[in-house]
């Protein structure tokens, strides 16, 4: 697959995603090559509705951009104490692999990198495509962010039952579908009941809890992308909008069973 590095700025919508990738460097101070230029850019990006990521020391850029101002932020932890010194008014948070604040999206280190990765193809192109990059590429899907900013099918994927993982990848794939519990409970080679406890035992919530809570990520990134509250009711497959403004209204991903 050919590469190539352009030097011009492309034009961008709010659909956009741009990324400020890390560097190597002890320290931050002093070794970013991002001009004033490009980092009025990428301000001018998030300004206009787009999201911005930054991965490892790249986090430095998206505060020398005045983004990191009162939002939550993350960086390798080698440059934490670093990046709260340089950005006084960002909150930087420890110990998590990657945080998202109105469309700022900051990761720890390079590793932690591919986890946002499958955070933001979850939040964009739902569940089941991340779950099939994540396959695909062989890496590990399962890894948390901070338990409330992961994806809801990163922050539930956290236990070791292959069964309920099975039950996981089908709901993953067609969440917007109606999918009966004995579809389910076949999937994942399990009676009924048993399916039932079992989920409820490894992720905190019912079956049809966790569809919900996937319909009600995917449907508030629609609605945050412009969608009216109907049609992204009707997207994700509820058949009208009463069942998602109730869920929006409570929070369907509560970790409580159901």
């Known amino acids: 697959m050919p590469v190539e590095a352009r030097t011009d700025w492309p034009a961008l919508t709010a659909h956009d995603l741009v ?49 990191l101002d009162g939002r939550r932020c993350t960086t390798h932890h080698q440059l934490q104490d670093e990046l709260a010194t340089r950005h ?16 700022v999206v900051t990761s720890a280190g390079i590793a932690s990198g591919i986890d946002l990765a499958l955070f933001l193809v979850a939040t ?28 809801v099918m ?15 990848d089908l709901i993953d794939a067609r969440f917007t579908e109606r999918l009966p519990l004995s579809a389910l409970a076949a999937a994942a080679g399990l009676g009924e009941r048993t399916l039932t406890r079992r989920f409820v035992a490894a992720t905190g919530l019912t079956p049809l809890r966790y569809q919900q809570a996937l319909r009600l990520e995917r449907a508030e990134h629609l609605i945050g992308q412009g969608t009216t509250v109907e049609a992204a009711a009707h997207a994700v497959g509820f058949q009208d ?4 403004r109730r869920l929006r209204s409570r929070g369907a991903d509560t970790g409580k069973q159901g």
């Open 88 to 103: 006084p008014r960002a909150h930087v948070v420890r110990d998590v692999l990657y945080t998202v604040d109105d469309r």
């Open 19 to 67: 990324v400020v990738p890390g560097w190597r460097a002890p320290t931050l101070e002093g070794t970013t090559v991002l001009g004033d230029a490009v980092l009025r850019r990428v301000a001018a990006h998030h300004a206009a509705g787009g999201t911005v990521a930054s991965v490892c020391a790249g986090a430095d850029a998206l505060g020398r951009a005045g983004l």
């Open 154 to 168: 990163l922050r539930h994927r956290g236990h070791l039952s292959d069964a309920v993982h099975r039950a996981q």
């Open 241 to 244: 909008a009463r069942m998602l």
């Open 124 to 151: 964009a192109h739902g569940p089941g495509t991340a779950a099939r990059v994540a396959r695909s590429m062989v890496v590990y899907a399962r890894r948390n962010g901070d338990e409330q900013q992961a994806s």
